[in-house]
């Protein structure tokens, strides 16, 4: 199974330069090559609350940091992998990958909104309660009446 990367960023570690982008970052971007990564990417003046930064090198270049987090920018969810990297001349950086995960959040949200139905239709004791669509006056009248039995 191929893996899509969204984003891949290479840093250089203190500073947060961009070193090196991949093509689909280079295709969102005019040039990130360069400047503070926060500033590049995620359009801030300041370090990002979700920053891997720190917490890339706690456990050396062999053991990857994962996250989750949502871009300030487009709103989208994306998986992070960061691990340390040692560059040509021995000095250390700080690699990021991006994995695009907002079709997946959409789909976890919208499961828990059916189970969260399911669960008012089994109270309500309505046999297939979802299988036509109800507006939310109807809902509100059914959890009323669920209310009233209690």
Request: aromatic share 10%.
């Amino acid at each position: 199974m191929a893996c899509r990367v969204d984003g891949l960023v290479d840093y250089e570690t203190g500073l947060n330069k961009v070193l090196y982008v991949n093509r689909a970052i280079r295709g969102r971007l005019d040039d990130a090559v360069g400047h503070r990564c926060y500033e590049a990417l995620q359009n801030r003046d300041t370090r990002c609350s979700f920053c891997t930064s720190d917490r890339t090198f706690e456990n050396g270049v062999d053991t990857p940091y994962r996250c989750e987090f949502q871009s300030p920018v487009d709103g989208h969810w994306y998986r992070g992998i960061a691990f340390a990297i040692r560059r040509p001349g021995g000095r250390m950086a700080r690699c990021d990958m991006a994995v695009d995960t907002i079709d997946r959040k959409r789909f976890e949200q919208r499961l828990a909104y059916t189970r969260k139905m399911e669960n008012i239709g089994a109270l309500a004791g309505a046999d297939g309660f979802l299988q036509k669509p109800y507006s939310l006056a109807d809902l509100s009248r059914a959890m009323r009446a669920i209310l009233r039995k209690r």
